[in-house]
C-alpha cells in the first residue's frame, strides 16, 4: 500500500478528527493563517491542506476545487486521512430577495441537483448536515453582528452557466430554498454514508434569481469580509464542538 493517499497526497490517518473545506487554494491559506502553528501538509491539483489549532483543538484546513465530484473525492480521501467532521466554508448566490450580498447562510440541507451522488445513492437519500455541527454554526454566527445569517436548504449544481436548459433557480427559490452552490450535496451525502458528521457555512456573493452569469463579481471587498467572517465562524464552531465553548 503507498504511504500516501493517492491525488490528495497525504498520509492515511494523519490529520485531525475536524478540517475545514473550502473551494479555493488560496482560501485555504487565509483560513490557516487564522489558525495557530498553521504548517502547509501537501498541495496538488486543487487539493491545498494545512494543519493547526485554535485555543487547543487542533484541525485541518484543505481546498476541493470548484463542482461536486471533484469535491466528493477530495471528502472521501480526507475521511481516510482521519477526519470525522468536515465543515464547509464557502460561498453562494442568494435565492431570496431578502438575503443581501455579505449575508451568511448556514445550510441546514442540500438538493441533490448534481450528479455525483445519484452515482453512490438513490435520489430518494436525503442530503442532510449534522444537527450538532449546524447548532455550533448557529451559535458561533451568534456571536458577531457585523453579517447577518439565515439557516435553511440550499440547491447544489453542477452548471454554473445556463444554455439551453434553464436552471432550476428560481423553481427551488420558490420552493424555499436560500442559496445556490456546488459541492455541499456531496459534502453531506458522503458523509452521512461513511458516518461522518458535516456541516456548511456559506458567504453570499451574488443574486441567483434570475441569474446573469455574465454580471457576477465574487471579488468585492463586502464578500471578502464575510468570507473571513464565515472561516472565523467555522473555526469558533469547532471550538465549540469540542468543549472550548466558555473561552
Given amino acids: 500500500m503507498s504511504e500516501h493517499l493517492p491525488i490528495i497526497k497525504i498520509p492515511p490517518d494523519s490529520l485531525p478528527p475536524d478540517v475545514l473545506v473550502c473551494g479555493d487554494p488560496f482560501r485555504a491559506e487565509l483560513i490557516a493563517g487564522m489558525l495557530d ?30 463542482g461536486a465530484a471533484g469535491a466528493a473525492v477530495c471528502f472521501e480521501l480526507l475521511i481516510r486521512a482521519g477526519a470525522r467532521r468536515l465543515i464547509r466554508v464557502g460561498t453562494a448566490g442568494s435565492l431570496s430577495r431578502e438575503i443581501r450580498d455579505g449575508a451568511l447562510v448556514i445550510a441546514t440541507g442540500a438538493v441533490r441537483e448534481e450528479g455525483v451522488t ?6 430518494s437519500y436525503p442530503a442532510v448536515a449534522d444537527m450538532g455541527v449546524t ?12 453579517f447577518p445569517v439565515q439557516s435553511g436548504i440550499v440547491l447544489t449544481l453542477d ?52 441569474f446573469d452569469a455574465d454580471a457576477y463579481n465574487p471579488h468585492r ?21 469540542n468543549g472550548r465553548e466558555g473561552l
Fill in 37 to 66: 502553528e498553521a504548517e502547509e501538509r501537501a498541495w496538488n491539483r486543487e487539493y491545498r491542506i494545512f494543519t493547526g489549532s485554535s485555543r487547543g483543538v487542533p484541525l485541518a484546513v484543505c481546498s476541493h476545487g470548484v
Fill in 159 to 210: 452548471a454554473f452557466f445556463p444554455a439551453l436548459l434553464d436552471l432550476p433557480n428560481n423553481l427551488m427559490a420558490k420552493a424555499g430554498a436560500v442559496a445556490v452552490e456546488m459541492e455541499c450535496a456531496a459534502l453531506l451525502v458522503v458523509a452521512s454514508l461513511r458516518g461522518v458528521q458535516a456541516g456548511a457555512i456559506l458567504a453570499i456573493d451574488g443574486m441567483a434569481i434570475d
Fill in 118 to 123: 445519484r452515482q453512490l445513492v438513490p435520489l
Fill in 135 to 146: 447548532r455550533a454554526l448557529q451559535k458561533a454566527a451568534a456571536e458577531q453582528r457585523e
Fill in 221 to 241: 471587498d463586502l464578500v471578502a469580509r464575510a468570507i473571513e467572517a464565515e472561516a472565523g465562524i467555522a473555526i469558533r464552531a469547532v471550538e465549540i464542538l
